[in-house]
């Protein structure tokens, strides 16, 4: 059977942590001022954690355990940022470039609508890719769920890949 490249090619990708009291919260690659945290073997950025499962499933990459697992101690505490830098260096290996990513987060409290700017300017540094390509939307769960009593914090990402070279 022959086998086609497409140009274009999507991924999805969910990212769940619980929160805790006192620990640091990280979203999109900010620090976010709050009385609770994400409770992770890395920074628990939700925001990052669930764009690099929709770039490596979209490039049939597998997943982010697969590449970062959360038992190894080399991602203890790591930056999240690096682990979407490196995601993006095994995307461009392979031929692919970033078309648009767009996230929904799933937070409760605290509101980050004046973050987000902030948000997709961080995201688009580590990604190497315009401002413009970065879309991110924050929403409650009007008090319902695990989100809604603020235990947790969850994160949807979807993304469009483009073929750039024939590796």
């Known amino acids: 059977m022959a086998t086609t490249t497409f140009p274009f090619r999507i991924g999805s990708g969910y990212?769940?942590?619980?929160?805790?009291?006192?620990?640091?919260?990280?979203?999109?690659?900010?620090?976010?001022?709050?009385?609770?945290?994400?409770?992770?073997?890395?920074?628990?950025d939700v925001i990052i954690h669930a764009?690099?499962?929709?770039?490596?499933?979209?490039?049939?990459?597998?997943?982010?355990?697969?590449?970062?697992?959360?038992?190894?101690?080399?991602?203890k505490g790591i930056d999240s940022k690096i682990l979407l830098a490196q995601t993006m260096s095994m995307l461009r290996k392979k031929g692919y470039e970033l078309g648009n990513a767009d996230v929904v987060l799933c937070l409760q409290r605290p509101k980050v609508k004046n973050l987000i700017p902030a948000m997709q300017q961080c995201l688009a540094k580590a990604m190497q890719t315009d401002i413009d390509n970065i879309?991110?939307?924050?929403?409650?769960?009007?008090?319902?769920?695990?989100?809604?009593?603020?235990?947790?914090?969850?994160?949807?990402a979807t993304t469009l890949l483009m073929k750039t070279s024939c590796t």
């Open 15 to 44: 990212d769940v942590h619980r929160l805790a009291d006192g620990l640091e919260f990280w979203l999109g690659g900010v620090k976010v001022e709050h009385a609770k945290g994400a409770v992770a073997h890395s920074d628990g």
């Open 51 to 75: 764009l690099c499962d929709a770039l490596l499933g979209a490039a049939n990459l597998r997943d982010i355990g697969y590449h970062f697992p959360d038992d190894s101690p080399e991602y």
């Open 135 to 156: 879309s991110i939307k924050a929403t409650t769960t009007e008090t319902l769920g695990f989100v809604g009593r603020e235990e947790g914090v969850a994160a949807y």
